[in-house]
């Protein structure tokens, strides 16, 4: 079964500050990649996808996102922040038709 | 997208009793629906897969007896945790969709249960 691995749990930034969060995981096969934002209070809504093609993949709200096969990786990032971006941030790999999830970044933007 | 409903979204019960969870997805036929577990700063634990007219599969150390799974229609799916503790409090979520290739799971909000 897939595993995902999320560093550094809180992060606090300041707005206009770039985010890059970290995604690694462990799994031989083909895999789905995502990135699911919740927001206080709110479900789980999708900012991003990678299925195949292009690794470096854009969501909503400017952010992004890029494959790194050979490192397992599937790091976000925003190049400036705002206060609305205060959530918690969840890397997903699907494989074999599994889910599996990180244990997510809390954001905290301060204004 | 679809559009996931969970009821309730907050619920207490008193250790013992027994609480249904609701899961509707209000624009996807789904014959297949998923049940999560969060606890605090701990990632999204796949509890079951919901099957619809048929049995749920559980994942290992899910205890079936213990949190009870009917997925009677396309629409809807209930988790009911009977006899429930304190340490069957949880954050619990539902999603739709995503099984096959290339496609994307859709979530509920989730219910927040607290075991008094």
């Known amino acids: 079964a897939q595993s995902v691995s999320q560093h550094n749990h809180h992060v606090i930034l300041s707005e206009a500050a770039s985010l890059e969060l970290g995604c690694n995981y462990s799994?031989?096969?083909?895999?789905?990649l995502f990135w699911y934002v919740q927001y206080p209070g709110q479900h789980l809504q999708l900012l991003l996808k990678?299925?195949?093609?292009?690794?470096l993949v854009k969501g909503i709200k400017g952010f992004e996102a890029e494959f790194i096969k050979s490192k397992f990786s599937f790091n976000l990032r925003k190049p400036s922040v705002q206060w609305s971006d205060t959530a918690e941030y969840f890397c997903?790999?699907?494989?074999?038709?599994?889910?599996?999830f990180g244990k997510g970044n809390q954001v905290v933007v301060i204004p | 997208g679809a559009v996931v409903s969970q009821h309730p979204s907050r619920v207490i019960c008193k250790s013992g009793t027994s609480v249904k969870i609701e899961c509707r997805s209000l624009?996807?036929?789904?014959?297949?629906m998923f049940w999560y577990r969060q606890f605090p700063k701990q990632s999204l634990m796949l509890m079951a897969t919901?099957?619809?007219?048929?049995?749920?599969?559980?994942e290992q150390g899910v205890e079936k007896d213990k949190f009870l799974i009917n997925h009677a229609s396309l629409t809807l799916s209930t988790l009911t945790v009977t006899s429930a503790h304190p340490e069957d409090s949880s954050f619990y979520i539902c999603?739709?969709?995503?099984?096959?290739?290339?496609?994307?799971?859709?979530f509920g909000q989730g219910t927040r249960l607290t075991v008094v």
């Open positions: 999603s739709v969709g995503g099984t096959g290739v290339g496609t994307e799971a859709f």
């Open positions: 997903a790999v699907k494989g074999n038709n599994r889910l599996a």
């Open positions: 624009d996807f036929q789904a014959t297949t």
């Open positions: 990678y299925f195949s093609g292009d690794p």
């Open positions: 799994y031989g096969g083909t895999v789905n």
């Open positions: 919901s099957n619809e007219g048929s049995k749920a599969t559980y």
